[in-house]
């Protein structure tokens, strides 16, 4: 069963400091690209960034890159979400995705998500 469990958000002042964690099961987390998006109240989802699973590769959507940096530890099967100089509208529910292309785990993995607060 292929689980993608996100933590550590939480409340933060305006240029603040979060890490969140995306813990995955069920699935070789080696072999697959993680994503991380978030939802703020009355918008849709939007991506925030990702990393490849062949060279560890990063992108970022233009509003993070520079604050926001992704990392991945194989070996304990997690993804991190280093946040630094957070602003109030990086204010949503941040979500990891695991989207598993071939073979009997194919499909969409999402977690439930973690809160983040940035106040102003």
């Known amino acids: 069963q292929v689980q993608v469990v996100e933590s550590g958000g939480g409340l933060v002042q305006h240029g603040g400091s979060l890490t969140l964690s995306c813990v995955t099961s069920?699935?070789?987390?080696?072999?697959?690209?993680i994503g991380w998006f978030r939802q703020a109240p009355g918008k849709e989802r939007e991506g925030v960034g990702c990393?490849?699973?062949?060279?560890?590769?990063?992108n970022y959507v233009g509003s993070v890159r520079g604050r926001l940096t992704i990392s991945r530890d194989n070996a304990k099967n997690t993804v991190y979400l280093q946040m630094n100089s957070l602003k109030p509208e990086d204010t949503a529910v941040y979500y990891c995705n695991a989207s598993i292309g071939v073979g009997l785990l194919m499909g969409d993995y999402w977690g439930q998500g973690t809160q983040v607060t940035v106040s102003s």
């Open positions: 069920g699935f070789t987390l080696d072999y697959h690209t």
């Open positions: 990393i490849s699973s062949s060279d560890n590769r990063t």
